[in-house]
């Protein structure tokens, strides 16, 4: 049996420019609620955010995923509620070459994922708790889009919006991310002088500019 509900446009293009440049980790800063403790980037450098399309499956079949690419919109992201399988991997190339041809902006998987070196070939931003060979099924049974799911003990909703870059993932309500937004924003803003008051941001190019020195160099923490 499956359950199909309205996709749900939560974030707005205002959040969307609002949190282009935000952080994860800045965010970090400010709330423990939202992070997906123990997802990782399935390569980076990487970027993701959006609107979360939600799906549960039953463990072996994954079918609930095709449907909710039928209502997926350009730039939401598909978030996978694996129902505790973290074996089995739901998402591989061809899903993904599905996905790309959606220009959905990027998956959370609470399970695992496989065909690593195509995905990370193609660059579609992916998280997940691990890599795996098991993969699940296309059976047709049952499951869920556009309902509540639950990743890493995080409840996410159908619209929520998913900021994700090289440190990780966070999932914001909608409706208070503004705030949080703003902060953040001005978090980073204050970051960026307090490196040019210290001249920081000159050091950083420099290295950038020769890395290979600075790994050559030993030294304490």
């Not at 739901?90 to 902006?105: M, N, S």
């Not at 992916?126 to 869920?144: D, F, N, V």
């Not at 409706?175 to 937004?181: F, P």
């Not at 001005?186 to 600075?214: I, S, V, W």
């Amino acid at each position: 049996m499956f359950r199909i509900e309205p996709r749900v446009q939560g974030v707005t293009a205002e959040l969307l420019e609002l949190y282009e440049h935000i952080s994860p980790s800045t965010i970090g800063h400010l709330t423990d609620f939202g992070f997906l403790n123990g997802l990782q980037p399935l390569f980076r450098p990487i970027r993701l955010l959006g609107n979360a399309v939600t799906v549960r499956i039953p463990h072996i079949d994954a079918s609930a995923i095709r449907h909710a690419f039928e209502l997926a919109q350009p730039g939401d992201i598909i978030v996978v509620d694996m129902s505790g399988d973290d074996q089995r991997a739901c998402w591989g190339e061809f899903v993904t070459y599905a996905a790309l041809d959606k220009k959905i902006a990027g998956a959370i998987i609470s399970g695992s994922v496989t065909d690593v070196r195509p995905i990370t070939q193609l660059r579609f931003p992916l998280y997940s708790k691990g890599i795996s060979a098991l993969t699940t099924r296309s059976l047709q049974l049952e499951g869920e889009v556009n309902t509540p799911v639950s990743v890493s003990g995080v409840s996410i909703q159908p619209g929520d919006l998913i900021v994700g870059d090289d440190d990780g993932v966070f999932v914001i309500n909608p409706l208070h991310a503004r705030e949080l937004g703003l902060i953040a924003q001005e978090k980073q803003h204050k970051e960026q002088q307090r490196r040019k008051e210290l001249g920081y941001d000159k050091l950083f190019a420099a290295q950038a500019d020769h890395p290979a020195a600075t790994n050559n160099q030993g030294g304490n923490n």
